[in-house]
């Protein structure tokens, strides 16, 4: 086919393609970026189309699969903002390493919980568990669930409050009973 015969049938398609892009992008210059890539592509790509094919629809279609990468495309990258519009906010991000701290002292206290403990304090607090469905993944009774819960909290408390080990006198933590101390009977 030859170029004379490509342009007459792309040509009098630009205007529809305008219409269509601008509905789509809802932007006057994106819509007009669009049209041009439609157009590049149908020319670079004119001999790929099917030569009983529908012009029309062929260049419909690549551009509505142009205007759909775009929305992708912006989708994961995000909004654009011009740098002298953005806000100090944009640029920086409050200090995380409290939190990261904090979350490292959970997970060690956690893994000093005995093992019947820690499992009922993650399915329950963790993973969002009833004490039902707890007690069913665990194959214990409710109140075992609940009992352990409580202990297993308490002693989260205690190794939070004091993670060097030390154990608390009753009348300094008031709530927190100190853990049992064994003494030798004769």
């Not at 305008?18 to 970026?33: E, G, Q």
């Not at 690549?62 to 909004?79: D, E, F, S």
């Not at 008031?174 to 101390?181: A, D, L, Q, T, W």
Request: proline share 5%.
């Amino acid at each position: 086919m030859r170029d004379d015969d490509m342009i007459g049938r792309i040509e009098p398609l630009i205007p529809a393609l305008r219409r269509y892009a601008r509905a789509l992008m809802k932007n006057t210059s994106a819509a007009d970026d669009l049209v041009q890539d439609c157009l590049e592509r149908a020319i670079s790509r004119w001999h790929q189309r099917h030569n009983d094919g529908n012009t029309r629809r062929w260049m419909f279609t690549i551009l509505h699969n142009l205007a759909v990468n775009r929305w992708q495309q912006a989708r994961a990258r995000g909004v654009h903002v011009a740098i002298e519009d953005a806000g100090d906010a944009v640029f920086s991000h409050p200090p995380r390493q409290d939190e990261n701290l904090h979350f490292n002292d959970v997970m060690a206290a956690l893994e000093k919980l005995p093992d019947d403990q820690r499992s009922v304090v993650l399915l329950v607090s963790v993973e969002d568990l009833s004490y039902a469905d707890t007690a069913k993944v665990l194959d214990i009774p409710v109140g075992t669930v609940m009992s352990r819960l409580s202990r297993g909290r308490e002693r989260l408390a205690q190794i939070l409050a004091n993670p060097e080990g030390e154990t608390a006198r009753a009348d300094e933590t008031p709530g927190i009973s100190p853990v049992p101390v064994l003494r030798r009977v004769k």
